[in-house]
Structures are given as structure tokens and as C-alpha cells.
């Protein structure tokens, strides 16, 4: 069974920096493209970032490039976002999903994001 589960969520003020992970098990990590996608109040899914199964092929939405930086650990099943310089229209739950630049797959039950003053 698939299992991905987000952490490293919470409240940071614009101009702050976060760092999420998920913990992947169920299915063989390093042959998977990830994604991290996000979701605000009262919108849709929104895909943020993907890496491919190595790690060496990294793509981000025009709104996160330069901020945000996806990575992985082969070795620990883990999937990790570092976010910079962070703004209020960042603020949204945040899923770790299987695929590449895809917001369709299964995905993990989150981690909120609000970036408040």
C-alpha cells in the first residue's frame, strides 16, 4: 500500500523560509517521479514542483522558481520542498504526490502552510 506522509508545515512570515518532507513507503521510491502540489482556500489543486526518480531532472511552477527547491533521498524514501522567501499567496496544504507534473496521483493527507504576519 502506498503511504506518503507530509510534515514541516506551519505559520512563517512573509520573507520566511520552511522546509517540508514526506516520508514515502509501499512502492519502490527511486523509480517514481514526485511532485509536490498545493491547494489554497477555496481553489484547486495547484501543481507546485517534480523531480524525476534520480533526482537529477528538477521543474518548478513559473509562481515558486527561485524560491522553492525539491530534492530526495533515495537512501530514506523521503521527499523533501525548501521554501524561501515566502508570501502570503504561498499559504495553502501542501501534498506530496506520485508522478511527474502531475496533480492526479495519489498524494499524502498534507501539511498546512500559512504565511501570515
Known amino acids: 500500500e502506498v503511504q506518503l506522509v507530509e510534515s514541516g508545515g506551519g505559520l512563517v512570515q512573509p520573507g520566511g523560509s520552511l522546509g517540508l518532507s514526506c516520508a514515502a513507503s509501499g512502492f519502490a521510491f527511486s523509480n517514481y517521479g514526485l511532485s509536490w502540489v498545493r491547494q489554497a482556500p477555496g481553489k484547486g489543486l495547484e501543481w507546485v514542483s517534480s523531480i524525476n526518480g534520480g533526482g537529477g531532472i528538477t521543474i518548478y511552477a513559473d509562481s515558486v522558481r527561485g524560491r522553492f527547491t525539491i530534492s530526495r533521498d533515495n537512501a530514506k524514501n523521503i521527499l523533501y520542498l525548501q521554501m524561501n522567501s515566502l508570501k502570503p499567496e504561498d499559504t495553502a496544504v501542501y501534498y506530496c504526490?506520485?508522478?511527474?507534473?502531475?496533480?492526479?496521483?495519489?498524494r499524502g493527507q498534507g501539511t498546512q502552510v500559512i504565511v501570515s504576519s
Open positions: 504526490a506520485m508522478g511527474f507534473r502531475s496533480t492526479s496521483g495519489a
